[in-house]
């Protein structure tokens, strides 16, 4: 079953949530980092029964294709076939005669050009891929949002036509796939063979062009999930002396899948699958390498620069980095591109939970300015960055030099660091119940349960849940490789974003120095943003986690992320929702600590509007003093009124009567809403009286002094009276 096509829209202050209610629970979503050909964003998101691809915006697919596909699946496809064609084959069998029976040709035909008017990127398609079990993790490789004309990642060619990510499941199994960027057209999904089996679409039959493959050897189901795309170059280094292992890393690209499992104390395996193009459903690759931990691990994530290099989350004790392509013990004779046995190469441990011995649990660890550095988000909400290749001028560049060899080193001491806005609570748990009273609290069920939860240990934080995530943006003509950061921690009221994470660490070195830079207050680029209001969308729902989305224009640049908003779209992930959020431009709010002083121009529809313009007459002077007060006249108004609105100082006492036996005529409601609006033109005409003739300062002094007298009248009376007291027995 697929989402709902028109989500819910909700505006607030500051951004636009687009709420997609799914009919199944969410496990975890991906962002695919290559666009699909007709330019749509792809969603990978795993729930109970196997895993869903949605393609949002892009082209849509030509009206008469839908309508022939509700037609019915007799109804032939009429038009030219495109260029990208599909070729799907149903059968398994090697016989040109059968594969020719079984085969259908889906010829997906789209419009020329995007639909400009649209105020949100609709679902263009989705496809269901039915595992038969739940799907706990999904992984994509770690590249640069694209195009898929510049997909070709070192010569991978395959990246152009086909996606490629990995699924692991809640009965141990991992998988590859392979699936076509394109969706599959409405005529595909409309297929008689479809319609007669409920396992005719299971992911694995080939009747959407996917390929399954098999990654065996785990005996309890992953807790974690990472691959990459190695180079050939780092293949042919490691297989010199075998000419068949070369000769095959030049022809195939080839991808290494990492997965933890919590058998024992903790196993992590690396598998190395080749990515053919004719490759067939029912592959059994075994692992390469097999490392049995001391500890379980929480996380893992592939250097996305240096492929070889694995980030491993073993929270509370530290973060570590893992080279399989460095042998523990050389020399090593085994056989294959990659040795038997990895090295470990750095340990980062996080500082102590004072006043305790322990170390702050690690929520997350990734890589960013594109794997030279490591971001670490803490349980208590501090956030820090370890410098590795030197990128900041402090850095102590540990791996920047060629062959150094480290291994075994270890770190602790952050480059910069700073805490999350409103997580003081998770640091001193005390100052929320300060009230002022007495340290001795009897010992009731309440107070109880209040004293033993109060401890300083880090235990008290090891419920607090969090992430991050990184996306690398593409470079323009304006704006060089940068990387926007997502981080969460404990739930939706706690989401930020760095729009520019190379611009917020060069910010914080210089406010570090003296350089007086705020962390919320300065330019968009060099602060963390703080995004409010995300429970309007997740209408009661956890925030599980999150995800980021690339803003590519219509014309598929980037878009600044000046008055434009963060170049990013976020993807609060819910139980059984999908909230897509977008920093609106023209509201107060895109730009925190003040307002946006260049507005966007209007357009002709929002210039259609009911709202009152006052354009200032050039003969008055500055400033103007009015009383367009519509309550009844009090003493004090009465001086500063006369001879404002008065046609005539001198009035006849016959047309005073005359006026005072007239019934009372109120004004009609004005359609603004504003009970002035009748008087503003008469208002604006009356030249400005001198300052003795409108104020008395006599008449308002003893005017104050009357009150003065009435509210010590009124403090002296207090506590008269009889009160009625009740006393229980």
């Not at 260029?83 to 259908?104: Q, V, Y």
């Not at 047309?655 to 009609?668: F, G, H, V």
């Not at 009150?707 to 506590?719: K, N, V």
């Amino acid at each position: 079953m697929a989402p709902t096509a028109v989500p819910r829209v909700r505006r607030t202050a500051q951004n636009t949530q687009y709420t997609y209610n799914l009919p199944r629970r969410i496990h975890a979503v991906e962002t695919y980092p290559v666009l699909s050909p007709q330019g749509a964003t792809i969603l990978i998101y795993g729930h109970e029964n196997g895993v869903t691809i949605i393609w949002r915006g892009g082209r849509k697919f030509k009206p008469e294709v839908v309508k022939e596909a509700e037609r019915g699946p007799t109804a032939k496809q009429n038009g030219k076939p495109p260029a990208d064609a599909i070729m799907i084959i149903d059968s398994d069998e090697e016989d040109d005669t059968s594969a020719g029976k079984g085969s259908f040709v889906d010829q997906p035909q789209f419009e020329e050009n995007l639909d400009e008017d649209e105020p949100y990127p609709e679902i263009t398609q989705t496809l269901d891929l039915e595992f038969g079990t739940a799907v706990l993790h999904v992984a994509a490789l770690p590249l640069t949002p694209c195009t898929a004309e510049d997909a070709a990642w070192g010569g991978t060619e395959i990246l152009k036509d086909r996606m490629v990510f990995a699924a692991s499941c809640a009965t141990r199994e991992v998988f590859l796939i392979t699936l076509p960027l394109v969706p599959p057209s409405p005529l595909s999904k409309a297929r008689a063979e479809l319609q007669e089996s409920l396992l005719a679409g299971k992911a694995g039959n080939g009747k959407w062009g996917e390929t399954m493959t098999l990654l065996a050897g785990q005996l309890k189901g992953s807790d974690s999930l990472a691959m990459t795309l190695i180079r050939s170059k780092t293949v042919l280094e490691r297989s010199k002396s075998n000419e068949r292992s070369r000769s095959e890393s030049r022809a195939l690209p080839r991808v290494v899948v990492a997965a933890h499992s919590p058998e024992a104390s903790g196993v992590l395996r690396l598998w190395d699958v080749p990515l053919e193009e004719s490759s067939k459903t029912g592959r059994r690759i075994d692992p390469f390498q097999t490392e049995f931990l001391p500890k379980p691990l929480t996380s893992i994530s592939f250097n996305p620069t240096h492929s070889t290099q694995l980030l491993c989350n073993a929270s509370p004790d530290a973060v570590r980095i893992y080279d399989y392509a460095i042998a523990s013990m050389p020399p090593d004779d085994s056989e294959g591109p990659f040795p038997s046995q990895g090295s470990w190469l750095i340990s980062f441990y996080p500082p102590f939970a004072r006043p305790s011995s322990s170390r702050k649990p690690i929520l997350a660890a990734s890589w960013i300015a594109h794997g030279r550095a490591i971001l670490v988000l803490l349980a208590d909400g501090q956030w820090g960055i370890w410098d590795i290749d030197g990128v900041s001028p402090q850095g102590p560049a540990l791996f920047g030099k060629p062959g150094s060899g480290i291994r075994g080193d270890a770190l602790t001491e952050f480059n910069v660091s700073g805490y999350v806005e409103g997580t003081s609570p998770l640091r001193n748990p005390a100052s929320q119940r300060a009230s002022g009273g007495s340290d001795f609290v009897p010992m009731t069920p309440h107070s109880r349960r209040d004293a033993l939860s109060t401890t300083n240990g880090p235990e008290r934080l090891a419920p607090v849940k969090g992430g991050i995530v990184v996306t690398p943006l593409p470079a323009s003509t304006t704006t060089t490789n940068d990387e926007s950061v997502a981080l969460w921690i404990g739930g939706a009221e706690h989401v930020f974003v760095i729009p520019g994470v190379l611009k917020f660490w060069d910010a914080q070195i210089r406010r570090g120095a003296g350089g007086g830079v705020n962390l919320f207050s300065g330019a968009q680029p060099t602060r963390m943003v703080r995004l409010s209001d995300l429970s309007v969308g997740l209408m009661g729902e956890r925030c599980t986690g999150v995800g980021a989305i690339v803003r590519f224009i219509e014309n598929g640049s980037l878009g600044s992320s000046g008055n434009e908003g963060l170049p990013v779209e976020l993807l609060v992930c819910g139980e059984a929702r999908l909230v897509i959020v977008r920093e609106s431009e023209t509201v107060v709010g895109t730009r925190i600590g003040g307002v946006v002083g260049r507005r966007k121009r209007l357009s002709e529809r929002a210039k259609e509007n009911s709202a009152i313009v006052v354009y200032p007459r050039p003969e008055q002077p500055s400033s103007v003093a009015f009383n367009l007060s519509v309550g009844p006249r009090r003493k004090l108004s009465k001086p500063g009124l006369g001879g404002a609105f008065d046609e005539s100082t001198s009035n006849d006492d016959t047309k005073q009567a005359e006026t005072e036996r007239r019934p009372l005529q109120l004004p009609s409601r004005p359609r603004s809403g504003f009970a002035f609006a009748d008087s503003l033109n008469a208002a604006a005409d009356v030249e400005q009286q001198d300052e003795e003739d409108e104020r008395d300062v006599e008449v308002e002094m003893l005017d104050i002094m009357e009150i003065d007298r009435e509210l010590d009248a009124l403090d002296s009376g207090r506590g008269r009276g009889r009160k009625k007291v009740i006393f229980d027995s």
